[in-house]
């Protein structure tokens, strides 16, 4: 496993076991090779950092949840809380590693000075001039890929070595060509040699997603005869394959790494080329930098003697802030809280019944109130019915109120059965109820009795009785021109039920008692029995 813990922070590159982890609480992936992947899989429960290929590929490939997933584009800084509060932060740089698809360095800067972490990575000059290192910077650590730090390995660039696989591939016009590749890298070489060769390169369904995320040339297919190229994995390159493949058509191996291999079949030929850096970049870039220390990724192979002379004096080790020091030694489930609460937030909130203010419902239901959409409503029954002259308990039915504001319309509304008495006891507050008395009502003693005044009968703007559009909501059509004087209540009682129809709603929000109201209409039936 090639990662590392660096020691006096809380951050963690290319290492996966919590276990051994410790104070780590910042993680951060270099690229999807599997020996920086050890440890990382679907159940994996903590924000890690990563560059937008990466990103994609640890989601597709190893099913991570995109909740943990914080993609960093590469070339510009971020700032990341080194504590719970805020108070101390960091800088990191994502810069290209020129390894794989996706594969970066990450340039750490906070209070415990530069840090440079290389992952793997293969040399050009061209880093030197990315702006993050090109500042004169004073790398505190260099964490440097070793792989290939060994004076006595000479590797050629990696347009040379396309050079020699190209005029090897010229040596055999009529065979096939299998490519010998991990599972990542190396997609821009097939590329090249597609279009050298001018012929299709034969990939496995998820290396072809994979090129065409990275917008290479339309020169690759999954169909098997398509072309004479065809990109394996390594692991398939052997004696028994190469006999079986020769049986159908002539057919050679490449392998192109640095790795000394030894081969298991005369047709299979081994091309230098690498990915890492070779010693003589290394050299380079460690003398271009002149680190303060360096630290190889590649644990098992020491290195430091080779970079002495390029070193730059050591400077002491820094003070870990106490915010630091609590953020690292805290439980590692506290870590999750701000992210925890900021998932919270964007939760949409399940929320109840919600009630709305009378007086904002009354103000958006003023009409007019004389359409002639006007909805008429049973106040009472119809007479000469003898089965419902007796008095049942107020049932709740639907009120036609009008079309208009039809929202606020429909609260049931309880009403007697009896014919003797209509009783509304809901209506929406923005009405006011406006009846048109029948003529049994309208006698003079009863208007007295009841401090009615003159009838209420809509006149237009003349005084002249209103025509047209004008309507009473209830008519003489309603039931109530229909009662006969035969059946008329006491008067006192007709006074009650035409009091309580005719009283503005707003009354009875003030000053209404139901309680008062019910002992009334049980007297008033006590006195009809």
């Known amino acids: 496993m090639n990662g590392v813990v660096i020691p006096q922070t809380p951050i963690a590159v290319d290492f996966w076991s919590l276990r051994r982890a410790g104070t780590a609480r910042l993680f951060f992936l270099s690229h999807m090779h599997s020996d920086h992947t050890v440890g990382l899989s679907s159940t994996w429960a903590r924000p890690l950092y990563c560059s937008p290929i990466t990103a994609h590929l640890l989601h597709r490939h190893l099913q991570v949840s995109k909740q943990w997933i914080r993609a960093l584009e590469v070339g510009e800084s971020h700032v990341l809380p080194l504590d719970e509060i805020g108070q101390e ?7 290209d590693a020129n390894h794989c698809p996706g594969s970066v360095m990450f340039l750490f800067e906070g209070y415990f000075g530069t840090i440079l972490y290389t992952g793997d990575f293969r040399y ?8 993050a290192l090109s500042l004169g910077k004073q790398i505190d650590t260099l964490y440097l890929d070793n792989t290939n730090c060994n004076p006595a390995l000479v590797l050629p660039t990696r347009q040379e070595a396309t050079r020699q696989i190209v005029q090897l591939i010229r040596q055999f016009p009529q065979h096939n060509i299998k490519i010998g590749l991990y599972s ?100 380079a870039f460690v003398a271009a930098l002149r680190p303060c220390q360096v630290v ?17 004096p050591r400077l002491s080790v820094p003070l870990i802030p106490h915010s630091v020091q609590q953020y690292m030694c805290s439980s590692p489930r506290k870590t999750n809280m701000l992210w925890q609460l900021e998932r919270r937030l964007k939760r949409p909130r399940i929320q109840g019944v919600v009630f709305e203010s009378p007086e904002e419902k009354a103000d958006q239901g003023k009409v007019d109130r004389d359409s002639k959409k006007h909805k008429k409503e049973n106040l009472s029954p119809q007479p000469g019915d003898p089965e419902k002259l007796c008095l049942h308990p107020l049932q709740p039915r639907k009120q036609l109120f009008p079309d208009f504001s039809r929202k606020e319309c429909e609260e049931p509304v309880l009403l007697c059965d009896s014919k003797k008495m209509a009783t509304v006891l809901t209506a929406p507050l923005q009405f006011s109820v406006h009846l048109q008395p029948a003529d049994e009502f309208n006698s003079a003693e009863t208007r007295e009795e009841i401090g009615l005044g003159s009838p209420m009968i809509p006149r237009g ?26 059946t008329h209540p006491a008067a006192e009682s007709r006074g009650l039920a035409l009091k309580y129809l005719l009283t503005p709603v707003n009354f009875f929000r003030a000053r209404f008692s139901s309680r008062n109201f019910d002992q009334q209409v049980e007297k008033y039936q006590k006195s009809t029995v």
């Open 184 to 283: 990542l890298g190396k997609e821009s070489l097939l590329e090249q040699l597609a279009l050298e060769f001018r012929t299709w390169v034969v990939l496995n369904p998820r290396r072809l997603e994979l090129v065409q995320l990275l917008g290479l040339a339309d020169v690759f297919t999954v169909e098997e005869k398509a072309g004479r190229i065809h990109a394996v994995d390594h692991t398939e390159i052997c004696h028994s394959a190469m006999l079986q493949w020769n049986k159908t058509h002539p057919t050679i191996a490449i392998l192109p790494t640095s790795r000394p291999i030894r081969s298991p079949h005369p047709g299979v030929y081994t091309i230098p080329y690498s990915d890492h850096s070779s010693y003589s970049e290394l050299r």
């Open 124 to 131: 050009t000059p061209s880093m030197l001039k990315e702006p």
């Open 296 to 312: 190889p990724i590649v644990r098992r192979q020491p290195c430091g003697e080779f970079f002495e002379d390029s070193l730059s």
């Open 89 to 95: 932060t960091m800088t990191v740089t994502l810069l």
């Open 461 to 486: 703007g003349n005084g002249s009785p209103a025509r047209g559009n004008q309507r009473s909501l209830v008519d003489y059509d309603s039931p109530l021109s229909h009662v006969s004087k035969d």
